[in-house]
């Protein structure tokens, strides 16, 4: 049952712009002329599971906190036609993999990889320090913005990092059971081991890789094979791709894709600092481009 038209306190709800496997997603107006925002409400199929209501007040929590600007903040948690949901900022904009499968048909789209990528670090980093693991890096959660800027959105697999998962309780997992979206998989997830701060060390690899050289490391067709190779391929190099690449920075984007979490990248900053080495030589030598 669609909720276009229900009214939230201030906001009349407009348009479904998603659904996922427990939550559907739409835009609101506000009725006074203030700015929209987006409502993420439980299925109603889901409505009673105590479980889902636990996620969704988990995620909330941390969309309050205001992490970073490129962060949707979380305005007020709900319930619409009796059914659980939270109000957040509507971040408008494209998805990163739709704006980059558009580039591969106009190349005259101006997307900067590294400039995006940059801002991608800084927003993990944010996550990371505040002590949460994001667990849903990927392309298609980020927001590419008309002014420029990036968002990340999509909290909801979100767990602590402080030692306590946040979600752990919701769940009754096998070891093998996989959840995330098989390109970013890091092969430790894949194997059945928790989320870590490593884990989305491996998903920003994987991004890395897509924005700098056009390319994913593993360009398998099907979800199954995209996770054996994950598993148990050895990626590219980046400098394979790209000649012209400076070798440190490089060095350290290929150990994000690291099979063992201990010899990947210890920590998004290191990612970040060597993305802005690649930005600093563009500035001089040209732009670093694939081959």
């Known amino acids: 049952m669609t909720l276009t038209n229900a009214r939230l306190g201030p906001y009349m709800i407009r348009e479904l712009i998603g659904v996922g496997g427990t939550s559907e997603v739409y835009r609101a107006d506000h009725v006074e002329g203030g700015a929209p925002v987006v409502v993420k409400v439980i299925r109603p199929e889901r409505k009673a599971d105590p479980a889902q209501l636990k996620s969704l007040k988990n995620e909330f929590s941390i969309l309050e906190r205001r992490l970073h600007p490129g962060i949707p903040v979380g305005r007020r948690l709900a319930e619409v036609s009796g059914r659980p949901c939270i109000v957040m900022d509507f971040l408008s904009g494209d998805s990163l993999s739709d704006v980059l499968a558009l580039k591969a048909k106009h190349t005259h789209l101006p997307v900067n990889g590294l400039r995006v990528l940059a801002d991608l670090c800084g927003i993990v980093q944010a996550i990371h320090e505040a002590e949460f693991i994001h667990n849903d890096i990927k392309l298609e959660n980020c927001i590419l913005r008309p002014d420029g800027s990036l968002a990340l959105v999509d909290f909801g697999s979100v767990r602590s990092g402080a030692g306590k998962n946040l979600l752990a309780s919701l769940f009754s997992r096998s070891e093998k059971t996989v959840f995330g979206t098989a390109t970013y998989l890091a092969p430790e997830l894949i194997a059945g081991s928790q989320p870590t701060y490593q884990s989305d060390v491996y998903a920003l690899g994987v991004c890395a890789f897509r924005l700098l050289t056009g390319r994913f490391p593993f360009d398998a067709s099907t979800q ?61 030598q040209g732009s670093i481009r694939p081959s």
């Open 224 to 284: 199954s094979s995209r996770i054996k190779a994950n598993a148990a391929s050895a990626p590219p190099s980046l400098a394979g791709r790209i000649p012209n690449v400076p070798p440190g920075p490089a060095t350290v984007v290929d150990m994000c894709l690291a099979k063992s979490p201990k010899e990947r990248t210890p920590n998004v900053q290191a990612l970040q600092a060597a993305v802005r080495q690649m930005i600093e030589r563009s500035k001089t």
